[in-house]
């Protein structure tokens, strides 16, 4: 508790930075997951499926901490609501994450060879959004002290800008991995058909929330 007050006393988006270092963590996981997954270490893939569980978890325990000891009375640059709106996107980056871990060991998944060059892909474009999102939130105290203004705004612009283009092309090649699922026919059985469309449907989740992280900051520039 006072580690979180001291951090609102300095700045009230430190304790948000805070929270997005530990959701860093948990995307941090994702390239190393799937690389574990489609070399068979299934074992591995439970272990690091656990320790995203727990990644995730600290990240819940910031982000509750910043609820309940987010001062009523402090002065914010932005509105109350976007600044929480902010730490739910943030959070639902972690939540997206760990869902993958859970979904990546219910079973021994099967992944034939045509399915490995388009889901590398996609791991490797959803991985890269989640960070620069991650990134983002780091501009927030500059963004702050320029007012939300000048070059530092011109920077978070381009920014929120790059993550909607990265997020459209992690749609296309998630559209190609499901072409690429659907076209394996008996080569997989319904269950791993199942549960691999439910991966990619996580994989672009995780782009789409990393994506909101740029909608949030871009109304924070417009008032």
């Known amino acids: 508790m006072r580690s979180i007050l001291s951090m609102f006393a300095k700045s009230p988006f430190k304790p948000l930075v805070s929270h997005m270092d530990m959701v860093r963590s948990c995307v941090d996981q994702v390239k190393p997951l799937f690389a574990a997954q489609m070399n068979g270490q299934f074992d591995?893939?439970?272990?690091?499926?656990?320790?995203?569980?727990?990644?995730?978890?600290?990240?819940?325990?910031?982000?509750s901490d910043i609820r309940n000891h987010l001062p009523q009375g402090i002065f914010l640059a932005v509105d109350r609501r976007d600044f929480l709106h902010l730490l739910s996107a943030?959070?639902?980056?972690?939540?997206?994450v760990e869902d993958l871990g859970v979904l990546l060991r219910i079973k021994h998944l099967k992944m034939t060879e045509a399915m490995k060059e388009p889901l590398n892909e996609l791991v490797e474009q959803v991985s890269a959004i989640a960070h620069n999102s991650c990134d983002l939130i780091h501009e927030l105290n500059a963004l702050l002290e320029a007012s939300f203004g000048g070059v530092e705004a011109e920077k978070v612009e381009k920014g929120c800008h790059k993550l909607a283009e990265m997020e459209w092309e992690a749609d296309r090649k998630q559209f190609h991995f499901?072409?690429?699922?659907?076209?394996?026919?008996?080569?997989?059985?319904?269950a791993d058909l199942l549960l691999w469309n439910e991966v990619s449907k996580k994989l672009g989740g995780v782009a789409d929330k990393s994506e909101q992280i740029g909608k949030i900051l871009r109304i924070f520039l417009a008032k």
């Open 44 to 63: 591995k893939v439970v272990a690091m499926s656990e320790k995203i569980v727990r990644l995730e978890h600290e990240a819940d325990t910031i982000k």
């Open 90 to 96: 943030q959070d639902d980056i972690a939540d997206a």
């Open 178 to 190: 499901a072409q690429t699922l659907f076209a394996q026919g008996d080569a997989l059985s319904s």
